[in-house]
Each structure stands twice: as structure tokens, then as C-alpha cells.
T-cell receptor, first 116, second 111 residues
């Protein structure tokens, strides 16, 4: 178990640019989640995948945001035309399926986005 | 999803037992109670999960009364490294596990 990894760890971009983050979940986990966290707040749910299927998206995920998980392995989160309000920590988590009896989510270290 | 209420912050001296209580009056029959710990600039880390009564693992205990409208996370003999934000979450563990984090409890351990 090598844990959830995220790249890059930090990203600084100018307003209006597009950015893409990558998440590599724990290998046997079929569930993957994206969260956004701003200073002093708890993580906010953005979207969820079971294998390659994106099953739910938060209303926080505007049309500038898109997430994919091709082949049910790694996932990418893209933000188009970034705005200063997008500055936050973007967290990825993964978990096993319910039938395994273990339901906790394992989080990665996050990608900190700063939009200038 | 059931809403949770927990203290914004707590202070404790090193070596003491810390109890953080979370209220979840609207908890549903299928909801589990889960606690996470988060250090600055890191992702949350799972601590413990339970449905009823008491659950204990190597780092904490979770006490859940019969009505399940609250729960208490107990950290024995805290050290400075336990300074972190602790989140109480309530959710249905069937299907996918969408969870809602509140603002958490910021625990400060004092030497």
C-alpha cells in the first residue's frame, strides 16, 4: 500500500489559464473522490468515481471543471479559465468497495493551487 | 446527510486524555460515524469509525450512546504531535461514501 499520490503538489497559475491535476489512487481501490479545501474550512466534496464511471458531481463543480478517470485507474481534474476564487487545496481520496467491509477514504497530500 | 456540530477548538496539556464530542441529532438508521484527523498542508487521515456502542483501535476510542445522536472521540494521553483538526462525519456507508466535512475541532496540545 503506497498510498494516494497527487501531482503536482503546488501549482501557481495566472488567471484565465487552464490547469490539470493528477491523482493516483491506491491500486485496489475502485472508488475515487475529489474534494476542495479552503483555509479554515473542511474539505468540500466535488465529485466521485466508481471505476471509470463518474457517479456524482457537486454543484460546486462548475462547467469550468471537468474530471476523468480513464480505465478506472488514475484520475485527472482540469480547471479551465481559472479564477482567483479557484485558489484552494485540491484533495483526492480513494476507498475500497463496500463489500470488502472497509469503507474509509484514504486521502492524498493534495495539490495547492494559487491563481494570481 | 446528517449535519454535525462539534466545538471549534480545544486546548489540552500533554499527557491528558482528550474527549471531543460531536452532535448529530438527525443521524439516520444506516449512517455510520467516522472521525478524521488533519495536519496542516496534509490530507485528512482516518482515525476511527463506528455504528453504535464503543469502538477502540490503537489510536483512539469512539463512544456512541444508544440514541446515536452524539458521539465522543477519546484520545488517550495526547502528545504535541496530536495537535491537529479533528472532523466528525456522519454518512450512509452503503453504495458510495460521500461524506460532508464540517469545520472540525482544532485541538491544540500544550507542553
Amino acid at each position: 500500500d503506497t498510498g494516494v499520490s497527487q501531482n503536482p503538489r503546488h501549482k501557481i497559475t495566472k488567471r484565465g489559464q487552464n490547469v490539470t491535476f493528477r491523482c493516483d489512487p491506491i491500486s485496489e481501490h475502485n472508488r475515487l473522490y475529489w474534494y476542495r479545501q479552503t483555509l479554515g474550512q473542511g474539505p468540500e466534496f466535488l465529485t466521485y468515481f466508481q471505476n471509470e464511471a463518474q457517479l456524482e458531481k457537486s454543484r460546486l463543480l462548475s462547467d469550468r471543471f471537468s474530471a476523468e478517470r480513464p480505465k478506472g485507474s488514475f484520475s485527472t481534474l482540469e480547471i479551465q479559465r481559472t479564477e482567483q476564487g479557484d485558489s484552494a487545496m485540491y484533495l483526492c481520496a480513494s476507498s475500497k468497495g463496500l463489500l470488502t467491509g472497509r469503507t474509509e477514504q484514504f486521502f492524498g497530500p493534495g495539490t495547492r493551487l494559487t491563481v494570481l | 446527510l446528517a449535519k454535525t456540530t462539534q466545538p471549534i477548538s480545544m486546548d489540552s496539556y500533554e499527557g491528558q486524555e482528550v474527549n471531543i464530542t460531536c452532535s448529530h441529532n438527525n443521524i439516520a438508521t444506516n449512517d455510520y460515524i467516522t472521525w478524521y484527523q488533519q495536519f496542516p498542508s496534509q490530507g485528512p487521515r482516518f482515525i476511527i469509525q463506528g455504528y453504535k456502542t464503543k469502538v477502540t483501535n490503537e489510536v483512539a476510542s469512539l463512544f456512541i450512546p444508544a440514541d446515536r445522536k452524539s458521539s465522543t472521540l477519546s484520545l488517550p494521553r495526547v502528545s504535541l504531535s496530536d495537535t491537529a483538526v479533528y472532523y466528525c462525519l456522519v454518512g450512509d456507508m452503503r453504495g458510495y461514501q460521500k461524506v460532508t466535512f464540517g469545520t472540525g475541532t482544532k485541538l491544540q496540545v500544550i507542553p
